[in-house]
């Protein structure tokens, strides 16, 4: 049977916002429409990033074609490193992407001595590329990172539009960060001869009205340096390129000296000028070190941190920890940027500390300091309206999100539209397409140098651990006759204050001492599970708390 056909199985993106990678299966292949990682949040103790999958790519390894990036954002490129060590023995993963999406993959890449088992294939904007039997054309879209890509495919089951992240921004004066309105025509034009399927970013579907312009955001910034006496702080996302130009063209309008703060966004802007995306300005510093003599009035600092990070230069400078750049009367503060849900306690508290230190803080609509990289209601509508796909999928989103889109493609004559999750593969054939049966999507939790080691267990454990503590009993016994030769002790950590409740550590004791003199020598083996039954109800009653019991007992 060799009917041409497209199964695309989402292994996240679609029931999150982050964690962006679609598997694409053909006769001819596999391959990812982007590859991104997910950050955690307090349900993940300790856990570094969350990344997919990628198991499901074992079967066919050596049928796999590579990965296509639709931009350089981390919920989108983050996973690479993780998914060339997964083939690292095997092949070299061909990775095609914009030159902006392509150097930021080639720094992560290089920093991880990964570099040499990736091909980074660069794709120009209108270039076509070939994987299969499927070819993709790369269509410039706005969006809050420069060299973000739509695809128009053609495939042996029709035509196919994969938006990645987009916004419609009529009036962007960011060429050539951003194609002004191109993505319409583009697509008013693609969708001549009939669109077979559609899959459109879902993130903003909520935000009913239509996202601001990236130059509102040029006036928004210009009026508080106007009015601005003591020093500038301006806080961002170290990859939006057209914000941090919009900041060097104020600093430049009001001799200002630019510093940079964060290694992030030294490395990005320093990528960025290798590509003729950006111009430093003239009085530029790249990093804090060398600003001591400048006044405060002269200065705007360009800082990493917006979502509260603890150790970014954000939060340091806030909370008066840092060395050269401490806030004062008189300074200002511009929180450019999004809060990530997940992030809004941590994001306030550093605002409270900015606002203790005597900062103005602008972090609200008073001025447009920010504007969002996604398609908002009325442009999500547009491009139903133009593409009118005979299939739909919503993508890039929690479910209600999805849903919603859904619903609005459905209010538009759109009549079949799949609102997969995570893991529901739909294969499309020439003229039949099947949802096929879900396979449960697990992410992997990655912790320090350890991938996928950290389970529902281990998260189980430290919720545990960091809500009720820990309890560790240590015994010596004679094997031979049950008598103790050492201990019991009872320590506690994180579970009570043991100078204040020492003595119902010490009553623990005799509790364990009681289930030796219980067993009578006899079936010792059976001692360690008593004593944690026994402990754990002792806690629970008198305190009605049920901490972890680690029981160290040696039969000696
Ligand atoms: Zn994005």
Redesign the pocket.
Known sequence: MNKPFLRISPLGGLGEIGLNCQKWETNDGTFLMDCGLMFPDDSHYGVDVIIPCFESLETNKDKFLGVVL??G?E??IGALPWLVRFFRAKKIVNIYGSAFTLALVKHKLTERGLIDNANLILVETYDTIQLGSITFQAIPVC???PG?YAYFIESKIGKIVHT??FKLDDYSEFYPLESTCAFKNDLFDFAKTGIKLLLSDSTNIENRNHSASENGVKDGLDQIFMQTKGRIVIALFASHIQRIRTVFELAEKYGRHVIISGRSLTTNITIAEELGLLKTPKIYHESDETITDLTRENTVVLATGTQGEALSALTRISSGEHKRLALHEGDTVIMSSRTIPGNARAVSRMINQMYKQGATVFHDDRFLIHAT??ACYEELKTILEIAKPEHFIPIHGEYRHLAQHAQLAKSLGITNCHLLEDGQPITFYTNDVIKEDSNPVDFVLVDGKGVGDVGRLVLKERRILSNEGIIIISLVIDKETGTVLAGPTVISHGFVFEQQFNHYLQEAQCLILEQLEILNGKNLDKLPEMIRLTIRRFFRDILAREPLIENIIHFV
Request: net charge negative; charged share 15%.
């Open positions: 639709t931009h954002h919920d989108h969006h809050s990172i973000g990645g992240d990289g996604h």
